[in-house]
């Protein structure tokens, strides 16, 4: 009896291996991410506290994630990029380092801004923006740039400021945009003339408007909500839209390819979690980005998006002709060796 009941004993033992691999599987999750530090990290409290899944994560620029994909390829250390446009995201699944998921909280988005290849979600968005330092232009005595065309005046050399599009997904959709606006050979040559009046390029999308609110540079160019949140911090800074037409972000979260097994659950909760009113509310009503999500209502503070002047963006060309088109920015304009870190 006692050797049938230890038998019986082991296979109960075996039989519950699977329930606690799988309780293994939601304790924690590791995420790259491109937001805002202090916004990634209120979300990854918000999320642990609804979920009980603790979140380990890694900030960098939107393309530093993907060059860190690149080279973890063969042994993924995350299972989730957070952050960065549908181009970002496109660029890095064709480079096969992310993973198919859908969502079955994806109804609450309309169905244009769904990826028919179902790798990356949408989440919310973002729009390119200026911000000008309000003592800089009371002292230059000229009105905050409201076009692409007012940037390149020579009386701003050494002013403006932006982070470097190979470096960051917020500079690489405010450069698509300027392509997209006035066509690759004269958004080209256009930005051989911004880039006489650019200061210093930066690593980081956000890092210009922090530059601009300190007065170490005039005007800023990078997203809007990241202009907000440098505002809500105390410093002097206006916020415009270029009247030609600006570009705009779709933000997306993706499953990395072969990432972490023991995550895989824990990932597609957070997926689901971003599309949660929770989580959208606190994106509009916190950090000033548009929802994405048809349920839930954009924060009175912002500027509807019927009510901005728009390009009608291809992101899926945008996300193909990423790798080249840096290629030729560095070739053409500044390369990335002496970005601002």
Request: net charge negative; charged share 20%; aromatic share 10%.
């Amino acid at each position: 009896m006692k050797r049938v009941f230890a038998i019986l004993l082991a296979l109960c033992m075996l039989l519950s291996l699977p329930v606690l691999a799988s309780a293994e599987q939601v304790k924690s999750i590791s995420i790259y991410t491109c937001y805002v530090e202090n916004e990634a990290l209120q979300m990854f409290e918000q999320f642990t506290k609804d979920t009980g899944i603790k979140v380990n994560y890694v900030r960098l620029g939107a393309g530093e994630i993907v060059t860190r994909l690149e080279a973890e390829a063969q042994n993924p250390q995350a299972s989730i990029f957070m952050g960065g446009s549908v181009d970002t995201h496109t660029s890095a699944m064709n480079k096969g380092l992310l993973d198919h998921y859908v969502s079955p909280k994806l109804e609450v988005v309309d169905e244009r801004w769904k990826d028919p290849n179902e790798v990356w979600t949408p989440v919310s968005m973002i729009v390119t923006a200026f911000a000008s330092n309000t003592d800089y232009l009371k002292e230059k005595g000229i009105p905050a740039p409201t076009s692409w065309a007012e940037l390149i005046n020579p009386d701003l050399k050494g002013d403006v400021c932006m982070a470097h599009p190979g470096t960051s997904g917020a500079a690489y959709t405010a450069f698509s945009g300027m392509l997209q606006t006035f066509g690759v050979e004269e958004g080209f040559e256009y930005m051989k003339k911004l880039d006489a009046n650019i200061a210093q390029y930066t690593k980081a999308g956000a890092a210009p408007y922090r530059m601009a609110g300190l007065g170490e540079i005039g005007i800023a160019i990078g997203y809007d909500l990241d202009a907000q949140a440098t505002i809500l911090e105390g410093y002097p800074l206006v916020i415009t839209y270029p009247s030609e037409g600006t570009g705009y972000e779709v933000t997306c979260v993706s499953m990395v390819k072969g990432g972490p097994a023991n995550e895989v659950e824990a990932a597609h909760a957070f997926i689901d979690w971003m599309l949660s009113d929770t989580c959208q509310k606190m994106a509009t009503e916190q950090f000033y980005r548009y929802p994405i999500s048809k349920t839930v209502e954009l924060n009175p503070a912002m500027i509807p998006m019927d009510q901005l002047n728009l390009i009608d963006y291809d992101f899926i060309w945008s996300g193909d002709n990423k790798v080249a088109l840096v290629e030729r920015f560095e070739r053409e304009v500044r390369t990335r060796d002496n970005v601002l870190k």
